[in-house]
């Protein structure tokens, strides 16, 4: 699938809030499938994951990839950093190594694409994710500027990058300026992030608010524990899901506290969905 210009559109500067806002309506029973209002959710506006050492996040994001990349409306390009999406070969993926020597990275057009960034340097592989995310948002913001019809612009793919180890760029002392401007405007020019961490609390909290969706597994730091009550805008809220033993310290291996618009909801990853 081809890149392709989009309209103009307003864009939208947000203020800074003091910290994330979640504030779901309703507590759902739980789930072991993602109905395609939460992929396109997903898709629309991006997620983070987060949990700890054998919580399971690295199965939910390859699920996640394989349900949303058959949606024929979604780009995904995954940004692999050990290896653990080679798997998506078998789904149609097309795969472009990096190597710290690659002068040139083909398949930017390939509909779903993994980029295995065999490169051992954090800094390094956070540069060619960056390089490679900023060459399509400049894109389409110079070239959204040729249409003027939003009817057009709905036909255009939404882009969706997957990123391992996001507090490589999403750290406190590191973020940098460029993906404020992606996570405030991305998702006006239909791109947008799931990234997957597992310390929340190293991320920056100005980063990670323009992603209103969360999925958080398994969780015993206190500091993450902390993080994540304060971002539950209400109480009662909170107090509910202690009631129902749903609180990511009480989550068992691939269980998953899900916060999908104005939903929350335990999502169980089957043995039956997972990527092989």
Request: glycine letters at 4%.
């Amino acid at each position: 699938m081809t890149e392709q210009p989009n309209p103009v559109l307003p864009q939208v500067i947000l203020d800074e809030p003091k910290k994330v806002r979640l504030h779901p309506t309703n507590i759902l029973d739980e789930k072991s499938q993602l109905e395609q209002k939460y992929l396109e959710a997903i898709l629309k506006r991006g997620l983070v994951i987060s949990g700890g050492i054998g919580c399971g996040k690295t199965e939910l994001m390859l699920y996640l990839i394989k349900e949303i990349s058959q949606l024929p409306h979604a780009q995904v390009r995954v940004y692999d950093i050990v290896g653990n999406c080679r798997r998506l070969v078998n789904y149609g993926f097309a795969h472009e190594p990096v190597h710290s020597d690659t002068k040139v990275i083909n398949d930017l057009k390939a509909k779903n694409i993994i980029f295995d960034l065999t490169l051992e340097n954090a800094e390094e592989r956070a540069e060619v994710i960056k390089i490679l995310t900023k060459t399509s948002f400049n894109f389409r913001l110079k070239a959204y500027k040729m249409l003027n019809n939003f009817e057009e612009f709905e036909k255009f793919c939404s882009i969706l990058s997957v990123v391992e180890e996001a507090n490589t760029i999403l750290n406190t002392a590191t973020v940098k300026d460029f993906w404020f401007d992606y996570l405030a405007m991305g998702r006006n020019y239909k791109m947008t992030s799931i990234f997957v961490m597992q310390r929340l609390a190293d991320s920056s909290t100005k980063a990670i608010e323009r992603l209103p969706n969360f999925a958080f597994g398994m969780t015993k730091g206190a500091n993450d524990l902390l993080k994540i009550k304060n971002m539950v805008e209400d109480y009662k809220m909170w107090k509910i899901l202690r009631q129902k033993n749903i609180t990511p310290n009480k989550l068992e291996p691939y269980e998953f506290l899900m916060f999908i618009d104005d939903e929350i909801f335990k999502f169980k990853l089957e043995e039956k969905d997972l990527v092989k």
